[in-house]
């Protein structure tokens, strides 16, 4: 065996491609999504590297347009899941032994091959199946996902260096071991790049991963599973099958060899599954692996120093760019009054610009939400607020099902910090401005900091630097994606490691090395050249 050391050098982020007018990037997309658009597929569970298909099937549709179908995915049950258990245990003790350079080798072909050959494909895939815009799906299902896979391989270099300290005479070393058992993964419809991540982080270190995708994203997802097939990732190492929540819930993360659990979803979720793991905790071989990063809440404060210019782009582009279906959306604002006329004014004007519509017309902003489901909670909300004497709809508001499930991009003006639409995660394209008193700075930053469960992402915007000091401590546990004077969206692997913490999850922040030591298990070695011979120790003796 070859005994070199190996050297990844720090990755470089995937540069994100405009899509301008006459761009090949653009006529392969158009091209692309017309393609898919005209040919439905059928898409199999993928359980040991084999196609498998179950006797219940599920349809894929645009969220844009309801009538067009995507095609067809094969769901599993208990068999397949059990099935799937099986195969990710047959294929651990080999991929666990494969050097290390070899398993990293896989998952940078992928990202290759990814932002390569099938860079059109799983773009559209994207759009069609998540109502995503060009520009949001290549810095998603692209970029971010060729970024994981490139900058993990060399955090995972970066982590087997650490050792510790040796004294004369020993030599002591730490081995970075897979887990006791596989991960399951459960994965978002939001980002594809989340899909891939959750799943591929485990395995990236020796894990074989039991991935069930979103029902709504599952037409990319596959076709990414298509590529790690391709890249040389072996059979067993990532099973991908899309089933019902309960029945993963029942069958896997109840098995006794499930020794982690990678999650994107909602707070109510991850819950129930650490409630289910508190249940069986007697049942398993090890101590599973909780890692999640759940619901948002997402705020930007402004002081009265504030650029009402920057304030507006990050109003409008934090809060409705891919219809608010974002866990780090800003979805709650806090405005002094001495600003909030002028940026009443340029919110009307700006978002009245806002085109919503189908994402094969690259001029609208924003598309559908994701499903029926959505669109009644988001309606929901609308209408609570249009019947409630404490707010008021100052923008957008209309919903319209008919064709898509679009939501037009709203603001609502709280009179309280604890109003309904202030407080709860919605997950659409709707912002909640409460007005403050210059002179009540204090104690809104109280409110802000105290009036929600969750601490994902938050924005400060102003030009004063003491009253950034202030109010970014103010807010210190409020979020664990700080931003000053942008957006609270928008992080990139390498730069801005993802995750929050109270309601929010478990802050092992994706896109860091941190959310990769999650998935191994140390073993610390202790080597004496020399071994001592004698019993008696020196202090032993009278004389």
């Not at 071989?285 to 504030?306: C, M, N, Q, W």
């Amino acid at each position: 065996m070859n005994n070199a050391y190996f050297q990844l050098k720090l990755p470089e982020n995937e540069l994100v491609k405009g899509y301008l007018p006459g761009s090949p990037e653009r006529a392969a997309l158009k091209a692309e999504l017309e393609r898919q658009l005209a040919n439905p597929v059928e898409i199999p569970m993928i359980i040991g590297g084999k196609e498998i298909r179950s006797e219940h099937k599920a349809t894929m549709i645009c969220p844009h347009d309801h009538q067009k179908v995507l095609g067809e995915y094969y769901v599993a049950g208990e068999k397949e899941l059990l099935m799937a258990i099986e195969a990710a245990e047959a294929a651990k003790e080999e991929w666990e032994n494969m050097p290390w350079e070899h398993r990293a080798t896989i998952f940078l072909k992928a990202a290759d091959l990814l932002t390569g050959k099938y860079r059109a494909k799983v773009s559209a895939a994207c759009m069609l199946g998540q109502s995503k815009n060009a520009y949001q799906s290549e810095i998603d299902v692209i970029c971010e996902l060729a970024d994981f896979l490139r900058f993990n391989p060399y955090y995972v270099q970066e982590i087997y260096k650490q050792q510790p300290l040796n004294t004369p005479g020993v030599w002591n070393r730490v081995e970075y071991r897979a887990l006791d058992g596989f991960v399951a993964a459960i994965t978002p419809f939001n980002f594809t790049s989340i899909g891939g991540n959750l799943s591929t982080a485990p395995a990236m270190v020796g894990n074989t991963v039991l991935w069930k995708p979103s029902s709504t994203a599952v037409l990319s997802n596959y076709y990414f599973m298509q590529i790690l097939m391709e890249a040389g990732l072996p059979a067993g190492v990532i099973n991908f099958v899309p089933c019902k929540g309960a029945d993963f819930g029942r069958v896997v993360v109840s098995h006794p060899q499930m020794a982690g659990f990678h999650f994107t979803g909602s707070t109510g979720v991850f819950n129930g599954i650490w409630d289910q793991v508190g249940k069986n905790i007697a049942k398993y071989v090890t101590y599973p692996r909780l890692v999640g990063e759940t619901g948002g809440k997402d705020f930007i404060f402004a002081h009265e120093s504030a650029d009402i210019e920057a304030l507006t782009c990050a109003i409008a582009l934090g809060a409705f760019e891919y219809q608010g279906q974002k866990c780090s959306a800003a979805s709650r604002a806090y405005i002094p009054e001495s600003l909030w006329g002028e940026l009443k004014g340029r919110l009307e004007e700006e978002i009245g610009k806002i085109k919503v519509g189908d994402v094969r017309d690259f001029t609208n902003l924003m598309n559908a939400v994701i499903d029926r489901n959505s669109f009644i909670n988001i309606k929901n909300y609308l209408d609570y607020a249009k019947n409630s004497d404490e707010a008021e709809i100052i923008i957008g508001g209309g919903c319209d099902d008919s064709v898509g499930y679009f939501v037009e991009p709203t603001v609502i003006l709280a009179k309280t910090p604890t109003f309904k639409t202030m407080v709860e995660e919605i997950f659409g394209p709707v912002m909640t401005i409460y007005v403050y008193p210059n002179d009540k700075l204090d104690e809104t930053l109280k409110a802000c900091d105290s009036a929600t469960i969750y601490g994902l992402t938050g924005a400060v915007f102003a030009q004063d630097r003491a009253a950034i000091i202030k109010i970014a401590k103010a807010l210190d546990h409020a979020a664990g994606n700080f931003y000053i004077n942008d957006k609270p969206t928008g992080a990139v692997v390498g730069q801005q490691p993802f995750g929050g913490s109270r309601a929010s999850g478990t802050n092992d922040k994706a896109g860091s090395a941190i959310n990769l030591y999650r998935w191994m298990s140390q073993r610390a070695i202790k080597e004496t050249l020399v071994p001592r011979t004698v019993v008696n120790y020196p202090y032993m003796t009278e004389k």
